[in-house]
């Protein structure tokens, strides 16, 4: 049996004498050739390696995030739809295998029978798994060894021997999974603790059967920090046994790591000498960022249901009866309904008006490998006119505009993260040029992140194939968490665990920025289900933002050299403030915890929150660059040009732009010397030429029907002086 499809589906059928089912291949959205591929695992020319990126629950609706999902509306609103993450930290596995392990223990009143999936009396985990995270099967065996291990600074590395012990060749995957101490502390200021949660992963060569290969798994210990928004408002290190344990999937290396504990009743045969256990004697902060210097605090709080609603609880496995979620009614209050207004700003008094139309003599050119805090990008921006930085920022739908005074090129962006661009986003018709893949979360499938960087490559390629056009910007790739299995874009994301999630998109970004692609990772951020993402709140606590949402994102916007050059926001707003105006989220972490310095672009920029006078939006004044409008006529800021305020926010919004352009390939083969002649984007140069045809065609018509009156007066006329002239003879 084949499953295609892009999201995790109740697979209870397989194990139905009914069906007779003896073998079951999931392929989800395979792409331009991917039935190739298919054809080949079926007759057994190719060995299947991949394994799972959610959990095969075997009934969907049993995951607690399941109890608040879809379309509510805050009571007391006209319409203002919202979603609360009162699951906390325990989304997929996290939440499976955490359960798991209390049951084991037999603490938290884990087995009770809240949350069960069927009428039992007790809450089982055989009952509600049916394929773990990380599973997969293979036409052959394997056999693991965890052969060392070694600490340096903070980093761990495991050494693990792979042995094909079947009769074929094949590949196989290390999963490295960590799990932290759930302390009192943890406790008494709801810090949560998953039982594991992946660290590191690494695939083997192919294997002739008997062949051995030993692979080496660095895994940082910041991975098992945790944060603790109630506490000390920060992440944190406690003293106690942290362990690391490598499994055929989640569930099999949470086994191994209670074997090393020393638990017994497990559900399934289990390892010690598979896990490592590391004991910290004292507790510490992770209290800055490595990226920047700058301080790790609490960004989020107005995101968080309890600032609303002081009795609402997440759900905490110091007792899951207590707090197992159940579906919750937000009520509006004169506080909400104030944020949920779209407020205006408001003008700066200390904002003084920038150097604008300067002749510094700079091209963009001549700055492509200076640093951005360089003092040289204020001369070259001192350069820009009003109207060039107001256009800049103002029209960035699928494309960077040229900026004449510094010799920056014109680009084109493209959308889809399975390929690149299309005729209804550029105008151009790239399909007999560009590749169609397979959908992110089939790449995800392989668990080897080189796959997703050789993607990234092959993305840039396609770019570069465009030639002139300057295909410079990808609208991707896609990083949002596959909250539940019935959000709509599951295909388009990676996985439900946000390290997977951000090992895979990170690898993706570096392959295409190689290439000299500025990727706008999206949609950021908490934009986890479709319906009503426009106008959506989502509320979470900050400890399940920070370490699941925000975590897939994080590797490659953080990442330097090979980090994105880009981000899309989301549509939705994060707490009761839309993504793109949420100074915590695009200013505080993404460029002061994360020290991004690229451009922030909105989503298609037709939702109502993101309308208003956008130079002084709390979002633009440290995050949002530009909008993604292709209107000439829309967004008119009337007096910008004498506003300090906008003029010096459109500065700040051009400078990131512009360091983004200078770093793609729209640069390659641009001297320091050159100039930019303006030209119309593609899609422009259609319309106006649809403009010109109906105009002619408009001129035509007329000319056709002037010429016609005339000449049916000139037949009238003589044919009264011909009647005048018989009646005379």
Same mark, same amino acid.
């Given at each position: 049996?084949?499953?295609?499809?892009?999201?995790?589906?109740?697979?209870?059928?397989?194990?139905?004498?009914?069906?007779?089912?003896?073998?079951?291949?999931?392929?989800?959205?395979?792409?331009?050739?991917?039935?190739?591929?298919?054809?080949?695992?079926?007759?057994?020319?190719?060995?299947?390696?991949?394994?799972?990126?959610?959990?095969?629950?075997?009934?969907?609706?049993?995951?607690?995030?399941?109890?608040?999902?879809?379309?509510?509306?805050?009571?007391?609103?006209?319409?203002?739809?919202?979603?609360?993450?009162?699951?906390?930290?325990?989304?997929?596995?996290?939440?499976?295998?955490?359960?798991?392990?209390?049951?084991?223990?037999?603490?938290?009143?884990?087995?009770?029978?809240?949350?069960?999936?069927?009428?039992?009396?007790?809450?089982?985990?055989?009952?509600?798994?049916?394929?773990?995270?990380?599973?997969?099967?293979?036409?052959?065996?394997?056999?693991?060894?965890?052969?060392?291990?070694?600490?340096?600074?903070?980093?761990?590395?495991?050494?693990?021997?792979?042995?094909?012990?079947?009769?074929?060749?094949?590949?196989?995957?290390?999963?490295?999974?960590?799990?932290?101490?759930?302390?009192?502390?943890?406790?008494?200021?709801?810090?949560?603790?998953?039982?594991?949660?992946?660290?590191?992963?690494?695939?083997?060569?192919?294997?002739?059967?008997?062949?051995?290969?030993?692979?080496?798994?660095?895994?940082?210990?910041?991975?098992?920090?945790?944060?603790?928004?109630?506490?000390?408002?920060?992440?944190?290190?406690?003293?106690?046994?942290?362990?690391?344990?490598?499994?055929?999937?989640?569930?099999?290396?949470?086994?191994?790591?209670?074997?090393?504990?020393?638990?017994?009743?497990?559900?399934?045969?289990?390892?010690?000498?598979?896990?490592?256990?590391?004991?910290?004697?004292?507790?510490?902060?992770?209290?800055?960022?490595?990226?920047?210097?700058?301080?790790?605090?609490?960004?989020?709080?107005?995101?968080?249901?309890?600032?609303?609603?002081?009795?609402?609880?997440?759900?905490?496995?110091?007792?899951?009866?207590?707090?197992?979620?159940?579906?919750?009614?937000?009520?509006?209050?004169?506080?909400?309904?104030?944020?949920?207004?779209?407020?205006?700003?408001?003008?700066?008094?200390?904002?003084?008006?920038?150097?604008?139309?300067?002749?510094?003599?700079?091209?963009?050119?001549?700055?492509?490998?200076?640093?951005?805090?360089?003092?040289?990008?204020?001369?070259?921006?001192?350069?820009?006119?009003?109207?060039?930085?107001?256009?800049?920022?103002?029209?960035?739908?699928?494309?960077?505009?040229?900026?004449?005074?510094?010799?920056?090129?014109?680009?084109?962006?493209?959308? !889809?993260? &399975?390929? /690149?661009?299309? @005729?209804?986003?550029? +105008? $151009?018709? %790239?399909?007999? #040029?560009?590749? *169609?893949?397979?959908?992110?979360?089939?790449?995800?499938?392989?668990?080897?992140?080189?796959?997703?960087?050789?993607?990234?490559?092959?993305?840039?390629?396609?770019?570069?194939?465009?030639?002139?056009?300057?295909?410079?910007?990808?609208?991707?790739?896609?990083?949002?968490?596959?909250?539940?299995?019935?959000?709509?874009?599951?295909?388009?994301?990676?996985?439900?665990?946000?390290?997977?999630?951000?090992?895979? !998109?990170? &690898?993706? /970004?570096?392959? @295409?920025?190689?290439? +000299? $692609?500025? %990727?706008?990772? #999206?949609?950021? *951020?908490?934009?986890?289900?479709?319906?009503?993402?426009?106008?959506?709140?989502?509320?979470?606590?900050?400890?399940?933002?920070?370490?699941?949402?925000?975590?897939?994102?994080?590797?490659?916007?953080?990442?330097?050299?090979?980090?994105?050059?880009?981000?899309?926001?989301?549509?939705?707003?994060?707490?009761?403030?839309?993504?793109?105006?949420?100074?915590?989220?695009?200013?505080?972490?993404?460029?002061?915890?994360?020290?991004?310095?690229?451009?922030?672009?909105?989503?298609?920029?037709?939702?109502?929150?993101?309308?208003?006078?956008?130079?002084?939006?709390?979002?633009?004044?440290?995050?949002?660059?530009?909008?993604?409008?292709?209107?000439?006529?829309?967004?008119?800021?009337?007096?910008?040009?004498?506003?300090?305020?906008?003029?010096?926010?459109?500065?700040?919004?051009?400078?990131?732009?512009?360091?983004?352009?200078?770093?793609?390939?729209?640069?390659?083969?641009?001297?320091?010397?050159?100039?930019?002649?303006?030209?119309?984007?593609?899609?422009?140069?259609?319309?106006?030429?649809?403009?010109?045809?109906?105009?002619?065609?408009?001129?035509?018509?007329?000319?056709?029907?002037?010429?016609?009156?005339?000449?049916?007066?000139?037949?009238?006329?003589?044919?009264?002086?011909?009647?005048?002239?018989?009646?005379?003879?």
């Amino acid at each position: 049996m084949l499953i295609n499809s892009g999201n995790a589906m109740e697979l209870s059928f397989l194990d139905s004498s009914r069906f007779n089912v003896d073998a079951c291949l999931w392929i989800g959205n395979p792409g331009q050739d991917g039935l190739y591929a298919v054809g080949d695992i079926l007759t057994g020319a190719v060995n299947p390696s991949g394994k799972t990126v959610d959990t095969y629950a075997r009934n969907s609706l049993s995951a607690p995030a399941l109890m608040n999902f879809g379309s509510n509306i805050i009571a007391g609103t006209d319409n203002a739809p919202y979603v609360v993450y009162q699951e906390g930290i325990y989304v997929g596995y996290k939440y499976y295998e955490t359960r798991y392990e209390d049951c084991v223990l037999g603490q938290g009143n884990a087995d009770s029978a809240v949350g069960a999936s069927d009428t039992a009396d007790k809450w089982s985990y055989g009952s509600e798994v049916q394929f773990p995270f990380g599973f997969g099967l293979s036409y052959t065996s394997f056999e693991q060894v965890l052969s060392g291990s070694a600490q340096k600074d903070d980093t761990v590395t495991l050494t693990v021997k792979v042995t094909n012990t079947g009769s074929l060749a094949g590949k196989d995957v290390v999963e490295v999974y960590g799990q932290s101490p759930y302390t009192d502390y943890d406790r008494a200021n709801g810090v949560e603790k998953a039982a594991v949660q992946l660290v590191g992963l690494a695939k083997t060569d192919e294997l002739a059967p008997g062949q051995s290969q030993t692979l080496e798994v660095a895994v940082s210990l910041a991975s098992l920090k945790s944060y603790d928004e109630g506490g000390k408002g920060t992440y944190i290190f406690e003293a106690g046994d942290y362990y690391l344990a490598i499994g055929t999937d989640a569930h099999d290396a949470l086994n191994n790591i209670l074997a090393a504990k020393g638990a017994s009743g497990m559900d399934a045969e289990s390892d010690a000498r598979k896990a490592v256990k590391l004991s910290l004697g004292e507790s510490s902060d992770y209290a800055t960022s490595p990226y920047t210097g700058a301080a790790v605090q609490n960004q989020f709080e107005d995101a968080d249901m309890r600032s609303y609603d002081a009795s609402f609880t997440y759900l905490t496995r110091s007792d899951w009866e207590a707090s197992y979620p159940t579906a919750y009614i937000f009520t509006a209050t004169d506080e909400v309904l104030h944020a949920l207004a779209v407020q205006e700003g408001q003008d700066d008094p200390s904002a003084v008006m920038p150097t604008t139309g300067a002749q510094n003599g700079l091209t963009l050119a001549m700055l492509r490998e200076v640093d951005a805090d360089d003092p040289a990008w204020d001369d070259l921006l001192d350069q820009l006119t009003p109207e060039e930085m107001y256009n800049l920022v103002r029209v960035g739908g699928y494309q960077t505009q040229a900026v004449n005074s510094v010799g920056a090129p014109a680009t084109v962006c493209v959308d !889809g993260p &399975a390929y /690149v661009g299309n @005729a209804g986003t550029t +105008g $151009v018709n %790239t399909v007999e #040029k560009t590749y *169609a893949w397979c959908s992110e979360v089939v790449i995800s499938s392989t668990w080897n992140p080189a796959c997703a960087k050789a993607m990234g490559e092959q993305i840039g390629e396609d770019c570069l194939a465009q030639g002139d056009l300057n295909f410079a910007g990808w609208y991707a790739p896609s990083m949002n968490i596959h909250r539940t299995p019935f959000s709509g874009r599951n295909f388009e994301y990676y996985s439900e665990d946000g390290f997977l999630s951000g090992q895979f !998109g990170a &690898a993706t /970004v570096a392959g @295409a920025r190689s290439k +000299g $692609v500025m %990727t706008f990772v #999206k949609h950021f *951020a908490l934009n986890d289900q479709e319906t009503s993402r426009t106008t959506i709140a989502t509320l979470s606590n900050e400890q399940a933002i920070r370490e699941i949402y925000l975590a897939a994102f994080e590797p490659s916007i953080s990442g330097g050299d090979e980090g994105t050059l880009g981000i899309m926001l989301s549509m939705n707003r994060v707490g009761l403030v839309w993504s793109g105006d949420n100074k915590g989220l695009t200013a505080n972490v993404v460029r002061g915890e994360w020290g991004f310095k690229g451009a922030i672009i909105t989503d298609q920029a037709s939702y109502p929150q993101a309308f208003p006078l956008l130079a002084i939006r709390a979002g633009l004044a440290g995050g949002t660059d530009m909008w993604l409008n292709s209107g000439t006529d829309n967004w008119q800021i009337d007096g910008y040009a004498s506003n300090p305020t906008v003029m010096t926010q459109l500065r700040q919004a051009s400078k990131h732009i512009l360091y983004a352009v200078s770093r793609s390939l729209a640069m390659n083969g641009i001297s320091s010397t050159a100039k930019v002649v303006s030209v119309m984007a593609p899609w422009q140069m259609a319309l106006t030429g649809i403009d010109v045809a109906a105009a002619v065609g408009a001129a035509a018509g007329i000319y056709a029907i002037v010429r016609g009156a005339k000449r049916r007066k000139a037949e009238a006329a003589e044919d009264e002086e011909s009647s005048d002239s018989s009646t005379s003879e």
